[in-house]
């Protein structure tokens, strides 16, 4: 029989073997990258288990590519084989785990690894039959299939671009696999018919690809939208940053929406100056965290908190009425006025003044009514502080 199926192979323009020994270079080829990705990364463990998922399958292609017979490779070549092939996907499922920050149990690793390999001795020490024993391997590989498919797209789920690569690309493996399964057992497929298998080896090929150059983007998609919000994030108060309504002012002039900024509140802390002076810039650090935990309170989920700089913060308040925003105001001046902040030493009381300012809604310029805002907060300065006041026109 594998006298046979060898024969059939070598009449094929190629052979499982060269395909094999082409996918083992190719997987080769990609270790490299990893590898610089991994040493240009070093804090992401998950790029280390696929970087070892990578080098489990480049072995086992270039294991199979020495293989004499095709699609079942002798004794113990197949036992070795398999527990890498099993071996890269269950690191690859690990990786995964990591990448999303959920715990890794070791054993659980290793005895999903290990497990085809045991299963494949038992089929065999029964004198089970080949398709039957390829097929067991097919479906445990389709069930490895699954678990990664479900790290991916089980809850809490980010927004990343590649994963969804990834996660399609596993799916095709799976259909890939648990079809043949499906034939072999129901007697749909022959041994023969595998040995003509070479879409599935080619297949297996550009799904790699998929997969392991998937990972590398789903690490670099991650740490640029991490960049990018510590870019945007004020590192004392933990509140949006300056640049950060820079980027949605510009945003929101490009998509024209309808939940566009209607209203803006600019707040300053009252003798602020006076705070670092009397009791030190680690006192004054405190007031600010102190305002920042207060107004990120108050502010509803559709508003935009923001330490616009120093001891000033603005709120942006999309389908806010003037009223309300100026209502939204006071209610955090009263709250801050009778809550004292909380210092080693001592409760310190603190006060703070308010602009309020609609944005023009012919125009839609939130710039102009953060400009308002301000000429608000000025009056509010000049009239004593401690107060709220609103942008008049007239
Ligand atoms: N501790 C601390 N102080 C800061 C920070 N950023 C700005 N400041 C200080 O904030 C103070 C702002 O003072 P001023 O602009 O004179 O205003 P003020 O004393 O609050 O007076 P009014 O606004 O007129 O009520 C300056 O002393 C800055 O050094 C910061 O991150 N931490």
């Not at 297949?203 to 590398?216: E, N, P, S, T």
């Not at 940053?241 to 820079?246: E, G, L, S, W, Y």
């Not at 935990?293 to 942006?316: N, P, Y």
């Amino acid at each position: 029989m594998k006298q046979n199926l060898h024969e059939v192979a070598q009449g094929m323009p190629f052979t499982p073997e060269m395909l094999y020994l082409a996918s083992g270079i190719s997987r080769c080829t990609f270790l490299l990258v990893f590898l610089a990705t991994v040493i240009s990364q070093p804090d992401e463990c998950c790029l280390r288990h696929w970087l070892a998922a990578l080098a489990a399958s480049a072995t086992g292609s270039l294991l199979m590519s020495l293989s004499p017979s095709y699609p079942v490779a002798p004794f113990p070549l197949s036992l070795i084989t398999t527990t890498l092939f099993f071996s890269s996907l269950s690191l690859s499922w690990s990786g995964l785990r990591i990448f999303y920050q959920r715990s890794v149990d070791i054993r659980v690793l290793l005895s999903i690894s290990m497990a085809p390999g045991i299963l494949l001795l038992t089929m065999r020490w029964l004198d089970v039959s080949q398709s039957l024993q390829l097929a067991m391997t097919f479906f445990v590989t389709a069930l490895m299939t699954i678990l990664a498919i479900i790290e991916i797209l089980r809850p809490p789920r980010r927004r990343i671009l590649s994963q969804y690569v990834v996660a399609m690309a596993f799916s095709i493996y799976f259909v890939a696999l648990f079809v043949p399964f499906l034939m072999l057992v129901t007697g749909m497929m022959s041994m023969e018919m595998m040995v003509s298998g070479q879409a599935a080896i080619m297949a297996d090929q550009v799904l790699c690809i998929l997969i392991y150059f998937g990972f590398i983007a789903m690490t670099s998609e991650r740490s640029s939208i991490t960049l990018k919000r510590l870019a945007e994030t004020d590192q004392l108060t933990g509140l949006a940053n300056r640049r950060a309504v820079q980027e949605i002012l510009k945003r929101q002039d490009h998509h024209r929406r309808t939940d566009r900024i209607s209203s803006v509140i600019i707040i300053d802390i009252d003798h602020f100056k006076s705070v670092n002076d009397r009791l030190g810039h680690e006192a004054g650090d405190s007031t600010l965290k102190h305002f920042a935990q207060h107004l990120t309170a108050i502010v509803r989920q559709q508003d935009m908190a923001v330490r616009w700089g120093g001891e000033e913060f603005l709120i942006l308040l999309p389908d806010t009425s003037i009223e309300e925003a100026a209502l939204m105001a006071e209610r955090l001046r009263s709250r801050i006025e009778t809550t004292p902040v909380a210092l080693a030493q001592q409760l310190l009381s603190i006060t703070i003044s308010l602009g309020v300012a609609a944005v023009p809604p012919d125009t839609g310029d939130a710039e102009k009514a953060i400009h308002h805002a301000d000429e608000a907060l000025y009056r509010a300065k000049h009239g004593g502080r401690n107060r709220v006041c609103r942008y008049d026109a007239a």
